[in-house]
């Protein structure tokens, strides 16, 4: 197609787009040139929605007028504020209500319910998890094997890559599931790893996890908000995820951890926190310890309401979408963007991520061909352009079109500025 023919169908499929009146519905930065940037960073930090900055201000006027009444008062009493975002948590992770609660941070989470959830035997000590995991999950894998007395040298199993393009078949997930078994402890996966854009089986990997009879955790932060998750019928014991990706809550937005039903009722140790403790009873400020049914009982401390405000905010806006027509869109158009850049960027970029739309979410990985400094004079050259993506060291671009906001014109902008510098340093 022509320059103008792609452009004129950009706009046709952005007319067309039932979900193109969200794009509204958030704060898009505007560069030096006047124009709004094509972001492309939703995998990184979620744009803020509009409504993010009246939820806060509600709160911080309630704080100012009725002080600790606040508890109590109002439409959403600080009290259960925690409570407002678990139906469209459980909404947008295919859980149920009783599964899902938003509190701490990922990180903490993941300790948190590993503290439950990774009960090392002598027998079966050890953690799966992937090589190259983010940094952060494998500092807590490791610092828990190492809590429990067992040795990371034999107890960490990190799965290498075994595709070419640095992602991992489902075939060596099951077999290294299989040939460790017996002493798995627990298997913990990514829903969507972060450098390549590789989705997981969350399935699969449960059923193979449980038929080893480890215990199944998933890794959510790249998946919350940009596939459509089924946690509950797939069946993992927990998983965790952060919102300020694709879930646009914020910097440092409160985390979210789901625990299947089946351990609602848990007698597991955990580490407790009175915000925990069955709501009924918990002001009768007694010594004992009564977890709160599901999810809710992992809660440590009262809820921090200016953090969750932005939270509640942006999920009204997923509820809104649907997560099964916001997966849609995203399949569509990422599967476009990567369609345009084999077909007319081949020769500078590589793509890494898995193409069949099962195995990818929004992100596309893009490894530039001629290498890491002309990589990031690329990159430079796209911040410049107003189209802002982020860098992986040492040579990949992410570009991860966000279906609530991103446009098949925001896309176009993408290719048209690789073109431009193509044929400018061709030149
Ligand atoms: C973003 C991300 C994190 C970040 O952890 P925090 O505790 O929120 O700082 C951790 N793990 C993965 C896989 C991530 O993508």
Redesign the pocket.
């Known amino acids: 197609m022509s320059i103008d023919a792609l452009e004129l169908w950009a706009l046709d499929q952005d007319a067309a787009d039932p979900l193109a009146s969200l794009r509204e519905a958030f704060e898009i930065p505007v560069g030096a040139d006047g124009r709004q940037w094509a972001y492309f960073c939703g995998n990184s930090l979620g744009l803020q929605p509009r409504a993010a900055r009246d939820a806060v201000l509600a709160e911080l006027d309630q704080w100012r007028t009725v002080a600790v009444e606040g508890h109590f008062r109002g439409k959403l009493p600080w009290m259960d504020y925690h409570a407002f975002v678990r139906d469209d948590l459980a909404l947008v992770t295919g859980a149920r209500p009783v599964e899902v609660v938003a509190m701490n941070?990922?990180?903490a989470n993941l300790h948190l319910l590993m503290a439950s959830f990774y009960r090392p035997t002598r027998q079966r000590p050890a953690i799966l998890i992937e090589a190259g995991a983010?940094p952060?999950?494998r500092h807590a894998v490791e610092s828990q094997v190492r809590f429990h007395g067992f040795d990371p040298a034999t107890d960490l199993i990190e799965l290498e890559a075994d595709e070419p393009a640095g992602t991992i078949s489902d075939a060596a997930i099951a077999e290294a599931i299989a040939r460790h078994g017996e002493r798995l402890a627990l298997v913990l996966m990514?829903g969507v790893q972060?450098r390549t854009g590789q989705v997981f089986d969350i399935a699969a990997i449960t059923a193979q996890a449980h038929a080893a009879g480890a215990i199944a955790g998933f890794?959510l932060?790249?998946a919350f908000g940009n596939l459509d998750l089924r946690l509950h019928d797939d069946g993992p014991d927990f998983a965790v995820w952060?919102h300020y990706?694709y879930g646009n809550a914020g910097p440092g937005a409160v985390?979210g951890a789901f625990v299947h039903e089946r351990h609602a009722d848990t007698d597991r140790p955990r580490l407790a926190g009175w915000w925990g403790h069955d709501p009924a009873t918990r002001f009768l400020m007694g010594p004992d310890f009564v977890p709160t049914r599901g999810a809710d009982g992992w809660q440590l401390s009262n809820p921090p309401v200016l953090a969750l405000a932005p939270l509640r905010a942006s999920l009204a806006l997923f509820r809104q979408a649907g997560m099964d027509r916001l997966r849609a869109k995203s399949l569509a158009l990422t599967g476009w963007l990567a369609q345009r850049i084999g077909e007319d960027l081949g020769d500078v970029l590589d793509i890494v991520t898995p193409l069949v739309p099962h195995r990818r979410g929004a992100q596309l990985s893009l490894r530039v061909r001629a290498g890491r400094d002309a990589g990031r004079a690329l990159f430079e050259h796209l911040m410049a352009q107003g189209v802002i993506g982020d860098w992986r060291e040492p040579d990949v671009i992410r570009i991860a079109p966000a279906p609530l906001y991103n446009r098949y014109t925001d896309a176009l902008r993408f290719l048209d500025a690789v073109a431009a510098w193509r044929d400018q340093t061709a030149r």
């Open positions: 941070s990922l990180t983010f952060s999950d990514p972060y890794d932060a790249h952060c990706k985390g």
